[in-house]
């Protein structure tokens, strides 16, 4: 059964940094690219940034130089490391695998940008 499960989500302050994490497990193999979406309250879910299983990245214009994502392969995770947060960044971040026809999706972890 393939799994995703994020964890790492915080309150964090303007200015600050947080780094959140997706387990998988089950069917999900070092070959998925994999992604982090979010979604900000009244908004469509978006992807912020994504890396292949060759680790080929791909970053959204409003999160480059801040966000960056990474995967360690032995552990099946992958992480998004974000620095200099905005309120704007506040959203639920789901985390995204893919390979071929095969897709799945974690439950999703809330990172709120505030003072």
């Known amino acids: 059964q393939a799994q995703l499960v994020e964890s790492g989500g915080d309150l964090v302050q303007p200015g600050g940094s947080l780094s959140i994490s997706c387990a998988a497990s089950?069917?999900?193999?070092?070959?998925?690219?994999m992604a982090w979406y979010r979604q900000a309250p009244g908004k469509q879910r978006e992807l912020a940034a994504s890396?292949?299983?060759?680790?080929?990245?791909y970053y959204a214009d409003s999160v480059k130089g801040r966000f960056t994502i990474s995967r360690d392969k032995a552990k099946n995770t992958c992480y998004l490391q974000m620095n200099n947060l905005k309120p704007e960044d506040t959203a639920v971040y789901f985390c995204?695998?893919?390979?071929?026809?095969?897709?799945?999706w974690g439950q999703g972890t809330q990172v709120t940008v505030s003072s």
């Open positions: 995204n695998a893919r390979y071929s026809i095969y897709e799945h």
């Open positions: 089950g069917s999900i193999t070092s070959a998925y690219n």
């Open positions: 890396i292949s299983g060759g680790g080929s990245t």
